[in-house]
């Protein structure tokens, strides 16, 4: 496989994320696509200029995003996938994503996320509800999910048969709010999550593009998606 068909794969990939995803900055984009900055810019860049992908910058000195098309709460997503990323870059060796749900509405209560993973070992599955707060407004999501809990209004979820218990919910805000609850939170600060990535990159949509493996195994993944 030539360096054209490599690009060209990729270039798939990206976009395909990019419609599943919603949208991704550039370092989100380096992380999971690109072995460097420079080269994830120079790419995406082009792409941009030949209308693959869309791009705008969430507000003025701030990174460019990429998207198919442009969500309607922009930086909003671009938190919830750095959430994601985050997520994916914790993962042991034995665990795979089941699942993963973006703003899922259980009527008065509406998670940002939900994360299925998969003990691949076991065969046991967990699941954590994901919020990313911008902390404009009281945190008011906790009492929500224990009258939701109270309630058994999870009990026919889809998710409700794979699991032993109630999700995990992850709290990810640019002031993290302080939370008292019979069921599981964990609450992180934007900052620490953020500087936990720059720390702890991750290659995992696309993998190493000198792998000749790797590289058709995502062009059949991307030929079985058209």
Not at 17 to 45: N, Y
Not at 69 to 77: F, Y
Request: contains cysteine.
């Amino acid at each position: 496989m030539n360096n054209h068909q490599k690009g060209y794969y990729r270039d798939r990939h990206i976009q395909e994320t990019l419609s599943e995803w919603g949208c991704l900055d550039i370092f989100q984009l380096t992380t999971l696509f690109f072995p460097s900055l420079k080269m994830a810019q120079k790419r995406m860049q082009r792409l941009a200029n030949k209308g693959k992908v869309q791009r705008s910058r969430a507000e003025l000195g701030q990174p460019y995003c990429y998207y198919m098309e442009k969500p309607m709460q922009l930086e909003h997503r671009l938190g919830v996938n750095w959430m994601r990323l985050w997520l994916l870059s914790q993962l042991k060796s034995w665990e795979r994503v089941y699942s993963f749900n973006y703003e899922i509405n259980y009527g008065p209560l509406r998670p940002d996320g939900l994360i299925g993973i998969k003990n691949t070992v076991t065969g046991k599955y967990r699941f954590m509800f994901l919020e990313f707060d911008r902390a404009f407004n009281k945190f008011d999501k906790a009492e929500k999910y224990e009258k939701w809990f109270d309630s058994d209004g999870y009990v026919k979820q889809w998710w409700v048969k794979y699991t032993e218990r109630f999700p995990t919910i992850l709290v990810v805000s640019e002031n993290p709010p302080r939370v008292k609850s019979k069921l599981e939170f964990q609450i992180m600060s934007y900052e620490k999550l953020k500087e936990e990535m720059r720390e702890c990159p991750i290659v995992n949509l696309f993998g190493n593009l000198s792998s000749r493996e790797r590289l058709q195994a995502s062009a059949l993944e991307s030929a079985l998606l058209v």
